[in-house]
């Protein structure tokens, strides 16, 4: 029994470390492949759960989040270009900034801090869940048929393609009605039935 606890003990603060010690590394293209699990193309290592992730310049290859994956932080700059494999889910603790260009690809995005997308593109199919400040100011959000907004609705920017109505959420509250680049959209929660 004390070798059992003293086991699971040691595993959380080795969890704990690897959380806390979230290291930061850049998309460098190095082996030019385009290829995310090659630790060439990181200038501090392939990303690791709890990383903060930055996505500069592509040089060469657009890099693709091969598998789920949660991540600190993702920051993508200037020409900065980002692809998700279907399925996935992609989740950021913290906080994304996008300034580049993000494609969802039929993958889910779950941001639990804020999401900024201010002068580059946000696009593709999937489920984009916001739950702090989701602030399209400057920036545009190309959102294919069968893509869900839930959390907090976008502000600001372009929204090209929405879906309306918007689903949010299976319970909650209605979040409220707006215009947006000529759509009415609908940002709605039900409330779920308790049995």
């Given amino acids: 029994m004390k070798q059992s606890i003293s086991t699971l003990i040691c595993i959380f603060l080795v969890a704990f470390a690897t959380i806390v010690n979230a ?11 385009g290829v995310w699990n090659d630790v060439g193309n990181w200038d501090n290592g392939i990303p ?8 500069d310049a592509t040089l060469i290859g657009t890099p693709m989040v091969p598998a789920s994956i949660v991540l600190n932080s993702l ?3 200037g ?3 980002l692809d998700c494999t279907p399925g996935i ?3 950021i603790s913290t906080n994304m900034v996008n300034n580049g260009t993000f494609n969802l690809n039929g993958a889910n995005l779950i941001v639990l801090g804020n999401l900024t997308n201010t002068t580059q593109l946000i696009g593709g199919t999937g489920d984009i869940d916001v739950t702090g400040t989701f ?3 400057g920036g545009t959000a190309d959102l294919s048929a069968g ?3 839930s959390g907090n609705p976008p502000v600001g920017g372009t929204i090209t393609n929405p879906p309306v109505p918007v689903p949010v959420s299976p319970w909650g509250i209605v979040f409220g009605v707006g215009l947006i680049a000529g759509f009415t ?3 709605t929660r039900r409330k779920q039935a308790v049995v």
């Fill in 135 to 137: 602030d399209n100011t």
């Fill in 89 to 91: 889910t992609l989740t």
């Fill in 185 to 187: 959209v609908f940002y």
């Fill in 75 to 77: 920051t993508i700059t």
């Fill in 79 to 81: 020409t900065g270009l």
């Fill in 147 to 149: 893509t869900s907004i």
């Fill in 48 to 55: 690791v759960p709890g990383d903060d992730v930055v996505i």
């Fill in 23 to 33: 290291q930061p590394t850049t998309w460098t293209d190095g082996s030019s492949n």
